[in-house]
């Protein structure tokens, strides 16, 4: 069975499917899925990531519509998604909810639309501050006995939500995706800034990134591209610095933008999994170098890019 910890890089489908809303899609939003599809299978990603909320359902959808047109995909890729928020109507994610019955039915309806006997990986996608890790520990149980999920993980959690989970369960949790990019850089400033004034300001749970990589959690950095901030259109003069920067990498190595943002992730001793979320083929294509080559980055490099990010000197 394929591990998801071995892929370097995922392909986030939150952009297929159309609108966020419950209109349905039609061809156009089905060929706009099988076109970033083959982008992303043509640079070498085969794990895809989903989510049940994504673009109401219609995420999943437009992929199990692009399934049904191609038999022999299935079999070539690994497909993980995640449960556990609901949508409160048209405003967006309104409440959390891991309680077992919710699992266990996200998982089937999602299975439905992914047109899909089995889930590769099944992410809890938020904590839901009512869960009871026993019920969790019961309904992940069961769907890994029917055959139904083969691996799951969590999102957004820290290290001692992870554990509370994973006490009552018999099998591993082995994935946390986080907020990871240039853009957002608290996974590594919460240990290095830790006894300077600057560590009120990061966010992140210090010694979560360390936790998974004790109990061989992978990580993936969803949001790794930082919505094109050093690659296409920066928002502000520091984005620009630091775009400034990451172009020159990008000549000096061969390479793109995008490949050198996804490296500064990649680079980092815990084997982070980029999840590029672009619906754009000539973006995605753009990504080609974090699957085909090691991040070339050296360490000075690294905190050049660090420090451009940060608009200030090494503490």
């Not at 022999?72 to 967006?92: F, N, P, S, V, Y």
Request: proline fraction near 6%.
């Amino acid at each position: 069975m394929a591990d998801i910890r071995d892929h370097r890089l995922l392909y986030g489908c939150m952009g297929l499917g159309g609108d966020w809303n419950t209109e349905p899609y039609g061809a156009r939003e089905i060929a706009a899925a099988e076109a970033a599809v083959e982008a992303a299978l043509e640079i070498g990603v085969t794990a895809f990531d989903h989510a049940d909320i994504y673009r109401h359902g219609k995420s999943e959808a437009v992929f199990g519509e692009v399934l049904a047109r191609a038999p022999d995909l299935r079999a070539r890729i690994l497909l993980q998604t995640k449960c556990g928020i609901r949508l409160d109507g048209d405003a967006g994610p309104g409440r959390y909810d891991l309680r077992g019955t919710h699992i266990v039915r996200s998982v089937e309806e999602s299975l439905a639309r992914l047109r899909t006997d089995v889930i590769d990986v099944l992410l809890l996608h938020r904590p839901d501050p009512l869960a009871d890790p026993e019920d969790v520990a019961a309904a992940l149980t069961s769907l890994h006995r029917q055959g139904l999920v083969r691996q799951f993980g969590v999102s957004n959690m820290a290290a001692a939500q992870i554990a509370h989970l994973q006490e009552p369960l018999e099998v591993p949790l082995v994935v946390n995706q986080l907020e990871m990019s240039l853009a957002r850089r608290d996974w590594v400033e919460a240990g290095v800034l830790v006894n300077t004034p600057a560590s009120t300001a990061t966010g992140f749970p210090l010694g979560t990134v360390e936790y998974c990589r004790a109990n061989r959690i992978g990580l993936q950095a969803w949001g790794p591209l930082a919505g094109g901030r050093f690659t296409g259109a920066p928002r502000t003069p520091g984005d620009r610095a630091t775009a400034d920067v990451v172009a020159a990498l990008a000549e000096r190595r061969g390479t793109t933008p995008e490949a050198v943002v996804l490296w500064w992730v990649q680079r980092h001793p815990a084997g982070v999994a980029p999840v590029i979320g672009t619906a754009r083929p000539d973006r995605i294509r753009a990504c080609r170098d974090a699957v085909a080559r090691e991040p070339e980055l050296t360490r000075e490099e690294w905190y050049e890019l660090w420090l451009a990010a940060r608009g200030e000197p090494l503490p």
